[in-house]
């Protein structure tokens, strides 16, 4: 894929190199306040805290809470007053993969590179476990910083919305009905941008509000997330397509093989490819207010979507 001027400019800035260190940093960071915020694995009853941490700590990307701190600097703002939202993000974003991988969902055996939850610890602890991090979720929000612009409510209505019945749940409701079913574009853009884009886009505003963010620094932020988030899901199902299981680090085929609703299966691979073009370019220049204080999101977007699609 093309690369634009101005983010090849910016690549020169925030070389590979770079960034690959800036990621194990950023992990290294959220990974300890995660530690911190979550019971030990002594804590009664025992079963519970240690398939909490065995799904938390499985060696996730933490591409959630890196996008928020990165959206926290983006508007001025510290990535320690960020920090407990990111945490929360990561909680929700583990729940929702161990409630997925049940066999009654999506019936997954490998997630992060070794067994499922329920796979360890059985589906009843399983179900328990992500209940327990959604819940702990807000336990942490609780921990954050308000701003004169963003008071504790509107931050807790803002995570609760994303991860809520209108959002992530409705995106995997849509997903889990639509599968084995036609599906036009509208209904794939849907569960894309509910299932995935509506907790990534949280992630960047969460981190804007904790920097006190201007309306319009916050809608510039929002415009990006969105884009980011519709475009990394359609990637997914382009190269759940074209790569193969070695490639992925996952079955490969798995979409077309259940028969889900995707980008690809309902406009073909060339239009796929055609869109997440368009968002990726439409995410770049949502941060055009930013100029270069948005260079952490600028490579983290290209890290994320400029993949071989
Ligand atoms: C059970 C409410 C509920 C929702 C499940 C997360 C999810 C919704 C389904 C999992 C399958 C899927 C394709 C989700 C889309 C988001 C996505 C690509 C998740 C994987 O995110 P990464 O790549 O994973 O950030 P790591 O493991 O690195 O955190």
Do not use: W
Not at 80 to 96: F, Q, R
Not at 125 to 142: K, P, R
Not at 210 to 235: E, Y
């Amino acid at each position: 894929m093309r690369r634009s001027k101005a983010v090849a400019t910016l690549n020169e800035h925030f070389s590979a190199v770079n960034l690959k260190s800036y990621l194990a940093s950023r992990q290294k960071l959220i990974d300890r306040a995660l530690d911190r915020h979550l019971p030990n694995d002594k804590t009664r009853p025992t079963t519970i805290h240690r398939a909490m941490r065995y799904s938390l700590f499985a060696g996730g990307k933490r591409l959630r809470p890196i996008l928020c701190l990165a959206a926290a600097e983006t508007c001025g703002g510290k990535i320690n007053h960020a920090l407990p939202l990111a945490c929360a993000l990561e909680c929700i974003h583990t729940y929702s993969l161990v409630h997925d991988d049940l066999p009654s969902m999506d019936n997954d055996d490998f997630r992060r590179g070794r067994p499922t939850c329920h796979k360890v610890f059985g589906d009843g602890i399983a179900v328990l476990a992500g209940d327990a991090l959604l819940t702990i979720a807000f336990e942490i929000v609780s921990h954050a910083k308000p701003t004169p612009r963003y008071n504790m409510s509107i931050l807790l209505r803002e995570i609760a919305t994303a991860a809520g019945s209108q959002r992530l749940i409705a995106g995997q409701v849509a997903d889990l009905e639509a599968e084995g079913k036609q599906t036009n574009r509208s209904q794939v853009r849907y569960i894309h941008a509910n299932k995935t884009a509506a907790i990534l886009t949280t992630s960047v505003r969460l981190g804007a509000m904790s920097a006190n963010a201007k309306r319009t620094q916050l809608s510039a932020i929002t415009k990006f997330g969105r884009a980011l988030g519709l475009a990394f899901q359609i990637i997914d199902d382009i190269l759940d397509v074209t790569q193969t299981s070695e490639k992925l680090g996952k079955s490969a085929g798995k979409d077309v093989a259940a028969q889900k609703a995707t980008y690809p299966a309902v406009i073909g691979l060339d239009a796929s490819r055609a869109e997440a073009r368009r968002l990726t370019k439409q995410a770049h220049q949502a941060l055009s207010i930013f100029g270069r204080r948005a260079d952490a999101l600028h490579a983290l977007a290209n890290y994320l979507l400029e993949r071989e699609y």
